[in-house]
């Protein structure tokens, strides 16, 4: 009997609960939507985790949850490659072996709250092992963080036969893994030397779209146009490609992270906390220093070609994590980006380049609501984006320092 009574009860409850979601509203006065274009006093309305409006603010402003004018109001930036869980060990060494797996975890809690603090709503992470828990705890809201995308674990053996390589494709998507990571050449520090032949890469990229999977490329020099001649989707770094390798991308549709100043300069900065950790040393660190001009340069050439789709990505890694955004400041100081391309490369783009154009990347009604604030207009100082004062995530506050 009580059963039958209760059902309607709660009935009652959950319609109540609908109808009372709060709505949150946002006063801007100058507000960037994201794909380039700049709003003027408009007001922002929210209801539970998405925008349900973005109207023209006219006459005597009314009653705002929050004020944000005499601020730059816009979309959260999308940081397309970057490695949360990789943090320095107890001693302040990269790749400790002592390190407690508790404290282990901890850091990359610690990275990803630093990462939505300094105002990236979604990172992609390209990959380890240890995303999958920090993703879903993130997603549940057990812990705060960005929302992250994350390979999981990255293909790079060059011995795999055709057939095991789709094998190793369908396993990251069975073990629930948002993007596939290659690798199609070296690091930087070995070289950069190519790895996966063109068959190899080409058996990857057909089967993770087969999965419905993006495929994103770690690649180098030549491995930059095979990787577009295979139909990958992404190609990250880029680093010693020449114009045709760029155009090449450029007409396949091809989407392009690369990097100019911070994952190199954090390494740099932090030489002695990496130095004896495998694969860092002082060889290593001599190849980084010799790419860093080159990388600037590639990246102007980048943005000469034309109809190339550059997406923003920091690859942060220990010591850069809510550091992301000196990445805009590179890109912008050194390598004479436009401002407001950069900021879009960081949002709409970002987005698409994902497929969550529908859901991110916007300021628009039905997108998620992650909006954030700066202390200052990038488009007439890029260092405001040091200067995040408002982080909201999914229609929640995570941050409100104006
Ligand atoms: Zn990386």
Redesign the pocket.
């Known amino acids: 009997m009580l059963r039958f009574r209760l059902v309607p009860l709660l009935l009652f409850f959950c319609a109540f609960a609908v109808a009372q979601e709060r709505t949150i509203t946002i006063l801007t006065q100058n507000a960037f939507d994201g794909r380039g274009g700049v709003l003027r006093n408009v007001r922002i309305e929210i209801r539970g985790d998405k925008i349900v409006s973005v109207n023209k603010q006219t006459g005597a402003p009314t009653l705002a949850t929050y004020d944000l004018r005499g601020f730059t109001v816009l979309p959260g930036w999308i940081d397309s490659?970057?490695?949360p869980t990789w943090h320095f060990g107890p001693n302040g060494h990269f790749g400790e072996k002592d390190e407690l797996p508790e404290r282990a975890t901890l850091q990359a809690e610690g990275n990803a709250w630093r990462t939505l603090l300094s105002g990236f709503t979604t990172i992609q992470s390209?990959g380890s092992l240890e995303d999958v828990p920090l993703r879903d705890a993130i997603n549940h809201g057990v812990v705060p963080g960005p929302r992250i995308l994350t390979a999981i674990n990255p293909l790079t053996d060059e011995k795999l036969t055709q057939e095991q390589i789709r094998d190793f494709v369908r396993k990251v998507k069975a073990d629930s893994g948002d993007v596939l990571k290659i690798f199609a050449s070296r690091s930087i520090r070995q070289g950069g030397v190519r790895t996966l032949s063109d068959e190899q890469l080409k058996v990857a990229c057909d089967e993770a779209r087969a999965q419905g999977l993006r495929s994103v490329v770690?690649a180098y020099k030549d491995a930059v146009k095979a990787s577009a001649d295979a139909g990958c989707t992404e190609v990250?770094h880029g680093s010693l490609t020449t114009d045709d390798d760029l155009r090449e991308m450029a007409s396949h549709g091809t989407w392009f992270d690369p990097q100019v100043g911070l994952?190199i300069h954090n390494y740099l900065d932090n030489k002695e906390k990496f130095l004896g950790a495998p694969g860092y040393t002082e060889e290593g660190f001599a190849k980084m220093q010799e790419v860093l001009p080159l990388n600037v340069e590639m990246f102007k050439r980048a943005l000469r070609t034309p109809g190339l789709k550059i997406v923003f990505g920091t690859?942060a890694?220990a010591g850069a994590h809510g550091r992301n955004a000196e990445e805009f400041i590179y890109r912008v100081k050194d390598g004479g980006q436009d401002p407001m391309a950069a900021m879009v490369s960081a949002n709409s783009l970002a987005a698409q380049a994902m497929n969550l154009d529908k859901e991110i990347g916007s300021l628009s009604p039905g997108m998620q609501a992650d909006i954030i604030a700066l202390d200052g207009d990038p488009t007439k100082d890029i260092t405001a984006v040091r200067r995040v004062v408002f982080v909201m995530k999914g229609g929640i506050v995570y941050k409100d320092s104006r």
């Open positions: 490659h970057a490695h390209l770690h990250e994952v690859d890694v």
